[in-house]
């Protein structure tokens, strides 16, 4: 992908304070409190100045921004804001460099301040003590939720990185498909190893989440546990593999299936089954369409083989490897796929005595349909 300038990233960042500034505006709030550590990690932060890594952040309703960062070095490097200020000026705590920013800013004028909703109460009544004269906020449905809300839909910046990871880890997946038949791969350890150097090998900050390798003896798990052993991978049966890479912060999700040897004819039945919830649930992914038609049709599919999906059909991706909207039959009928959306679609099953099938690719959804953007399928191996 072509790398933006400087100056293109600075304008993207202050675009989405400027958004999140204009809500805290019409709802009242004269400032907000977003905090990444490592009790609790807060991509928005990320989203908001680029900086990737523990940091305080403070947006006032008119757009200012003050980054208060752990490592200074490292958001001087990455991040865009008005003013950065290092934590160390603030003995490393979140509740010194809170109480002397709003204490000290003009731009505060209100005195309305929205602490992160994950704030724990003795931490909030600690808040409320130095913060005196302020109205401290603590709640759902509010700024924090709002910058969640705008993470939904991505930018043309957002798309571009998460198209960048599913192209390497499409690339990732030919490789262990070619390194499958050439007996390079022969188990879990083998293949995870492979994808662990091989984000890294191709520009990827790293791995979306611990890869999930897991040969027949162990495919019957959603998410198997270990993530990976030294078993053997793959093998007579049904193999999954569940991995994702991180571009620029954003990651994809891909899930293959490896059909080794002759399957049963209730293997087959199963492998069939997760094959055509893809194929009809993906005609599905549409703006406009209701995400929870696209969930109910998948439970239709396995419901006619007498089976069920015990996971939601998929979720959103982005910063972080789950992220809203979830794909599933408990959300609103109101919820509606929308353009820049990008969306998994998974259909899996799964079995004590037969293994499991997932098949699982990241779609984007466009303004008249969608895009499906990594290329994981079911591959069969004699």
Not at 16 to 24: N, P, S
Not at 40 to 66: C, M
Not at 129 to 154: N, P, Q, S, T
Not at 264 to 289: F, H, I, M, W
Request: glycine letters at 6%; aromatic letters at 8%.
């Amino acid at each position: 992908m072509k790398i933006p300038s400087a100056d293109e990233m600075k304008k993207i960042y202050a675009d989405r304070r400027a958004k999140t500034a204009e809500f805290m505006k019409n709802s009242g709030e004269g400032a907000a409190v977003f905090i990444d550590k490592e009790e609790h990690r807060e991509p928005a932060i990320r989203y908001l100045t680029g900086h990737p890594s523990d940091a305080v952040l403070i947006i006032f309703d008119d757009a200012y921004s003050v980054l208060v960062p752990w490592d200074e070095n490292l958001a001087k490097q990455q991040a865009f804001c008005d003013k950065m200020i290092p934590y160390t000026k603030y003995n490393n705590t979140a509740l010194e460099a809170v109480k002397t920013n709003l204490n000290a800013s003009s731009h505060f004028q209100n005195k309305k301040v929205e602490l992160p909703p994950s704030t724990p109460y003795p931490e909030f009544l600690k808040y409320v003590d130095v913060l005196a004269g302020c109205d401290v906020r603590c709640h759902e449905d509010g700024v924090h939720d709002y910058v969640a809300g705008l993470r939904m839909i991505k930018d043309e910046y957002e798309i571009a990185c998460t198209k960048e990871a599913a192209r390497v880890g499409d690339m990732i997946i030919d490789k262990i498909e070619q390194e499958i038949k050439a007996g390079k791969i022969k188990t879990e350890t083998d293949v995870a190893l492979l994808i662990e150097r091989e984000c890294r090998a191709n520009g990827c900050e790293r791995t979306g989440f611990d890869t999930l390798a897991a040969g027949p003896s162990r495919s019957w798990a959603i998410h198997c546990f270990p993530n990976y052993t030294d078993a053997k991978w793959p093998d007579d049966g049904l193999s999954i593999l569940d991995f994702g890479v991180v571009y620029n912060g954003y990651t994809s999700d891909t899930t293959v299936t490896v059909v080794k040897g002759k399957l049963t004819s209730a293997q087959e039945k199963l492998v069939s089954l997760v094959q055509k919830a893809s194929d009809e649930c993906l005609k599905l992914y549409r703006p406009g369409n209701p995400i929870h038609d696209a969930a109910v049709k998948a439970d239709t599919v396995f419901s006619s083989g007498k089976m069920k999906m015990p996971h939601t059909l998929g979720h959103a991706i982005g910063l972080e490897i789950h992220e809203q909207p979830h794909i599933s039959t408990k959300v609103p009928q109101s919820l509606l796929f929308q353009p820049g959306m990008i969306v998994t679609l998974e259909p899996g099953l799964y079995d004590a005595e037969l293994g499991g099938c997932r098949l699982e690719n990241d779609v984007l959804i466009t303004k008249t349909g969608n895009e499906v953007i990594t290329h994981s399928r079911i591959f069969r191996l004699p």
